[in-house]
């Protein structure tokens, strides 16, 4: 079965901390894309990166930076510098191979980043 | 422009009302997205509308009903609603479908509520 896991229900750091929010997905297809979205207050997911399988090269764009490694089925997600604007709920998703267009979110990890 | 409208921002309902929420999109997508989100839980799929036609619906009730007029614009009409309906309804739309290829994007949402 297809899983995503968020262990970090809250997190709350100081700004200009590094931040780290953690992903692990479950999966058996060696084919599959993984994803995080940003849900700030207002509402709307805003989609941040996109990552194939055959793709492990890590990405960094401004302050974010993403870690993908398959050994561990993580997808991990760096904040540099944090800033108080990064305060949101992020989501890890994985395309379900099964379904076309569904994505199998994670839970969330709450992210609060004090002045 | 990864723009995704979404009208009205904030709906109040009776039981017994008739209420539709518009969604509406100008890049060009031929996939376009139905999700419920309720509060501090992951989006769950509701509908998906591939070149104007119903691709997925993932068995939600009939009190919901999606519509697709065009290429750039999405319907939900609403009838019958019970509290429990009370969620966050987003709208998304990605070029096309396929497994996860094409990243989606989302508009900021409306906010409803059944009383």
């Known amino acids: 079965a297809q899983k995503v896991t968020q262990a970090q229900t809250e997190i709350s750091v100081v700004e200009k901390e590094d931040v780290t929010l953690d992903c692990v997905y479950e999966?058996?297809?060696?084919?599959?894309?993984l994803f995080w979205y940003k849900q700030p207050p207002s509402g709307e997911l805003v989609f941040l990166i996109r990552?194939?399988?055959?793709?492990?090269q890590n990405e960094i764009s401004g302050r974010y930076s993403w870690n993908f490694q398959k050994s561990t089925s993580s997808f991990n997600f760096t904040i540099t510098a944090s800033q108080v604007v990064d305060s949101a709920v992020y989501f890890c998703?994985?395309?379900?191979?099964?379904?076309?267009?569904?994505?199998?979110f994670g839970k969330g990890t709450r992210l609060h980043i004090l002045p | 422009d990864t723009e995704v409208t979404q009208t009205p921002k904030h709906l109040v309902m009776g039981m017994t009302n008739k209420k539709s929420l518009k969604c509406e999109q100008h890049?060009?997508?031929?996939?376009m997205y139905w999700y419920k989100q309720k509060a501090k839980k992951p989006p769950e799929l509701m509908f998906v509308?591939?070149?104007?036609?119903?691709?997925i619906n993932e068995s939600v009730p009939s009190r919901f009903s999606p519509e697709c007029p065009n290429s750039s614009l999405l319907n939900l009409h609403l009838h019958a609603l019970q509290p429990e309906d009370s969620a966050l309804y987003l709208c998304?739309?990605?070029?096309?479908?396929?497994?996860?290829?094409?990243?989606?994007?989302f508009g900021p949402g409306t906010r409803l509520t059944v009383t």
């Open positions: 509308y591939s070149y104007e036609k119903l691709s």
């Open positions: 990552r194939n399988s055959f793709d492990e």
């Open positions: 998304a739309s990605s070029q096309d479908r396929g497994q996860g290829y094409y990243e989606q994007y």
């Open positions: 998703a994985l395309s379900d191979t099964n379904r076309d267009d569904k994505i199998i």
């Open positions: 999966t058996r297809d060696t084919t599959y894309y």
């Open positions: 890049m060009g997508h031929r996939a």
